[in-house]
C-alpha cells in the first residue's frame, strides 16, 4: 500500500509542475518568442504596422482570415502608460489588447454599424501602479507585465477595402503619452 500512496503523491506533484508549466509558464514564452521575432523583422515598437494581406503563402504560424486586414503595434510600457487611438471602419472591426501571457485583456468595437461604437475608440494602457492622468472619453486598460501587444482586425474581403483598411493606420495612434 505504501509503494503505491508513493506513486500516487509522485504523480499529483508532477501533474501539478506539468500545469503549472503550461498554464503558467508556456504563454509567456510563447508570447515572449514571437514578440522577439517580430523585433528581428524590424517591427516597430510604438508604431501600427499592417500585416500583408493574407495568402496561402503568407501564412506562417497562425492561419489568419484571408477576409481580415491585421494591423499590429507592439507596447512596451517600461517609461509609462501608452495611448491607441483607432479610427471605426464601416464593417465588422475590432481593437483587441493581449498581455505578454497572451491573455486577451481588452476586446474593444471598431464597426461604425455598432450602437455605442466611438467615431475614434482611444485606450490608454499602463501597468498596475503606473500614474494615470483622466484623458476624457479614453478608456483604461491595466496590465501586469510592461511587455503587450495590441491588434486591430478589419473586415477587407478585397483588395480595395484591403487598401481603405491600410489607409485608416496614419490616422492611428500608439504611442507613449
Aim: charged residues 15%; proline residues 8%; glycine residues 6%.
Amino acid at each position: 500500500m505504501r509503494a503505491f500512496l508513493t506513486g500516487l503523491a509522485a504523480f499529483a506533484i508532477t501533474f501539478l509542475i506539468a500545469h503549472f508549466v503550461v498554464l503558467s509558464a508556456l504563454p509567456g514564452k510563447i508570447m515572449s518568442t514571437v514578440r522577439g521575432q517580430m523585433v528581428e523583422r524590424g517591427m516597430p515598437v510604438h508604431a501600427w504596422a499592417m500585416s500583408p494581406r493574407v495568402t496561402p503563402e503568407s501564412q506562417p504560424v497562425v492561419r489568419p482570415s484571408p477576409d481580415l486586414a491585421y494591423a499590429i503595434c507592439l507596447i512596451d510600457l517600461s517609461n509609462g502608460p501608452v495611448e491607441l487611438s483607432v479610427p471605426a471602419w464601416p464593417e465588422y472591426g475590432s481593437l483587441s489588447i493581449f498581455e505578454a501571457d497572451t491573455d486577451n485583456v481588452y476586446a474593444g468595437s471598431l464597426d461604425a454599424r455598432a450602437q455605442g461604437t466611438p467615431g475614434i475608440r482611444r485606450v490608454i494602457v499602463a501597468l498596475e501602479g503606473q500614474d494615470l492622468y483622466q484623458y476624457g472619453e479614453a478608456e483604461q486598460v491595466i496590465v501586469s507585465k510592461p511587455e503587450a501587444l495590441a491588434l486591430i482586425r478589419r473586415l477587407a474581403p478585397s483588395q480595395a477595402a484591403y487598401e481603405a483598411a491600410a489607409a485608416l493606420i496614419p490616422a492611428s495612434r500608439c504611442a507613449p503619452l
